[in-house]
């Protein structure tokens, strides 16, 4: 794919991974790329729902938002994962009523 790191094994790259097929699940750790098991099993899947229902308690009315699998997070350019749960923290006050930004935009400026 891109990259190829001194000892000759590829380093992958958010770029990599974008051009990639939907059809299978990939994170990328420095560099190295890992393939994900195809579903998980539900087992796994009522533990995260379990662990989504206790953080949306716990994280309503605070100024963050909590998302589920899948999603794509860009930690760094070689690194890129999907977790289970991500929960986004705002470093600004949300305004009663005032709807959290989209993931990876700005936030709105506020006037006044």
């Not at 190295?32 to 899947?45: C, V």
């Not at 998302?67 to 705002?90: G, K, S, T, W, Y």
Request: one cysteine or more.
């Amino acid at each position: 794919m891109s990259e190829v790191a001194s000892r000759g094994k590829p380093r992958y790259t958010w770029a990599d991974y974008q051009a990639w097929a939907d059809d299978q699940r990939w994170e990328i750790i420095d560099g190295a790329a890992y393939q994900m098991s195809p579903g998980p099993t539900s087992r796994h899947q009522r533990i995260v729902g379990e662990l989504y229902a206790a953080m949306h308690a716990w994280y309503r009315g605070k100024p963050c938002q909590l998302f589920m699998a899948p999603m794509d997070v860009v930690l760094a350019e070689n690194d890129v994962v999907q977790p289970d749960l991500l929960v986004e923290i705002f470093d600004f006050p949300l305004e009663p009523g005032e709807e959290p930004p989209v993931p990876g935009e700005p936030p709105a400026p506020k006037y006044g």
